[in-house]
């Protein structure tokens, strides 16, 4: 005889491939908007200022490049999880919050103030840029976390036997 319960652990966000996925995919996509919007579009910042222009620009390519690579990567585990069927949407987009919010903070707190690999803008008072810029961070990071303690509470729908579809298994 099969235990019919669900595993609680199975049911935990974190313990799925559709969390992590959408995870990769927040990081990359703030860092998309990060470097089309502030590095090119408005010009205000390259990832790394403290040398020439020219390597500026490289560490603009790098940053592209890297971001690219997970948001890649990012879709293959998506794509896997939807194979594997497991793929769980709020879970995704509890963990694509999160990463949107940690990529913002991450980007605010180490690169800009501890590293130094350059600032919001320059020319102007940092202080309102780095406060708008966390707090943004922060916001996004705070409502991902309570957004995966919420379903981690509730669990996955999908482990639930009342709640599946009789037939979708041979059942």
Do not use: C
Request: no cysteine.
């Amino acid at each position: 005889m099969t235990n019919s319960v669900p595993d609680r652990r199975a049911a935990s966000p974190l313990r799925n491939r559709s969390y992590w996925a959408a995870f990769l995919l927040g990081v990359a996509a703030m860092a998309a908007v990060d470097e089309i919007v502030f590095h090119q579009i408005l010009g205000w910042h390259h990832f790394y200022d403290n040398s020439t222009p020219d390597i500026a620009l490289v560490s603009d390519g790098l940053l592209h490049a890297a971001e690219l690579f997970v948001f890649v990567f990012g879709f293959f585990l998506m794509l896997d999880a939807r194979r594997r069927r497991t793929f769980w949407p709020a879970a995704g987009w509890a963990g694509f919050v999160l990463g949107l919010g940690l990529f913002q903070l991450w980007d605010g707190i180490i690169d800009h103030k501890v590293l130094r690999l350059h600032q919001i803008r320059y020319g102007v008072e940092l202080l309102p840029y780095d406060i708008a810029w966390n707090v943004a961070g922060g916001v996004l990071s705070a409502v991902g976390i309570v957004w995966t303690i919420v379903l981690a509470r509730r669990g996955n729908p999908a482990l639930d036997p009342v709640t599946t579809r009789a037939g979708s298994r041979g059942a």
